[in-house]
C-alpha cells in the first residue's frame, strides 16, 4: 500500500521561497509521475506540476517561472519550491502519484494523495 | 491551454436520487479525464480515470461517460456518504481541473 507523507514550512513571509517534500513509503518509485497540487482556502485544485525520473518534469504555464519541482531518488522523495510567495500562493499543498497504466505506462490521473499542508503568505 | 467548465457549481439532492455533474473541456480531450470526490479537509480521492472506467475500490453506483469535449460524471443513487465536492480533470495537454461542483443535501 503506497503511502505519501509530506511536510514543510507552514508560515512565510512574502518574497520567501515556499519549500515542501514528499516521502513515497511502500511502493515502486521509478516510472511514476510525481505531482504537485494546491487549493486556496475555499477554492478548487490547482496542478502545479509534476516529475518522472523516465521523462522529467511539466510545470503549469502560468507558474512556471516560479515552480521548481526534483527528486531524490535515493530516498524516495521530491520536492516543491516556490520563489517569490504572495498571500495568492496561500494554499493547502498536496503530493500526489500519477496512475500510469498500460503498455505505454500512460498517465490515467492521481490515485494516492499525501495529507496536504497548509502554507500561510503573511508579513 | 486548456479550460474545464462544471455544472453545477452547486447541487441540491437526497438520499437515492440520481445526480448528473457535466463537464466541458475548451478544446477536444479524448477520453483523457478524470473525477475526484473531496470532503471537507481531506485530500481528493480518485472515482473514475479515463473517462469512464471506475478506480479500485469505488462503488458501482458511480459511473462516467463522454469524448471529446463533454463528460458526465452519474452518481445512480445517492448515498449519505457521497455529500461531497467533485471536480473534473483533463490530462491530454498538461493537467486541468474543473471548478467543482458541490453536492448537497436538499
Known amino acids: 500500500q503506497v503511502q505519501l507523507q509530506q511536510w514543510g514550512a507552514g508560515l512565510l513571509k512574502p518574497s520567501e521561497t515556499l519549500s515542501l517534500t514528499c516521502a513515497v513509503y511502500?511502493?515502486?518509485?521509478?516510472?511514476?509521475?510525481w505531482s504537485w497540487i494546491r487549493q486556496p482556502p475555499g477554492k478548487g485544485l490547482e496542478w502545479l506540476g509534476e516529475?518522472?525520473?523516465?521523462?522529467?518534469?511539466n510545470y503549469n504555464p502560468s507558474l512556471k517561472s516560479r515552480v521548481t519541482i526534483s527528486l531524490d531518488t535515493s530516498k524516495n522523495q521530491f520536492s516543491l519550491r516556490v520563489n517569490f510567495v504572495t498571500a495568492a500562493d496561500t494554499a493547502v499543498y498536496y503530493c500526489?502519484?500519477?496512475?500510469?497504466?498500460?503498455?505505454?505506462?500512460?498517465?490515467?490521473?492521481?490515485?494516492?494523495w499525501g495529507q496536504g499542508t497548509t502554507v500561510t503568505v503573511s508579513s | 491551454d486548456i479550460q474545464m467548465t462544471q455544472s453545477p457549481s452547486t447541487l441540491s439532492a437526497s438520499v437515492g436520487d440520481r445526480v448528473t455533474i457535466t463537464c466541458r473541456a475548451s478544446q477536444t480531450i479524448s477520453s483523457w479525464l478524470a473525477w475526484y470526490q473531496q470532503k471537507p479537509g481531506t485530500a481528493p480521492k480518485l472515482l473514475i480515470y479515463k473517462a469512464s472506467i471506475l478506480a479500485s475500490g469505488v462503488p458501482s453506483r458511480f459511473s462516467g461517460s463522454g469524448y471529446g469535449t463533454e463528460f458526465t460524471l452519474t452518481i445512480s443513487s445517492l448515498q449519505p456518504d457521497d455529500f461531497a465536492t467533485y471536480y473534473c480533470q483533463q490530462y491530454n495537454d498538461y493537467r486541468t481541473f474543473g471548478q467543482g461542483t458541490k453536492v448537497e443535501i436538499k
Open positions: 511502500g511502493g515502486s518509485f521509478s516510472g511514476y509521475y
Open positions: 500526489a502519484r500519477g496512475l500510469m497504466l498500460g503498455p505505454h505506462f500512460d498517465y490515467n490521473g492521481l490515485d494516492v
Open positions: 516529475i518522472s525520473d523516465r521523462i522529467g518534469t
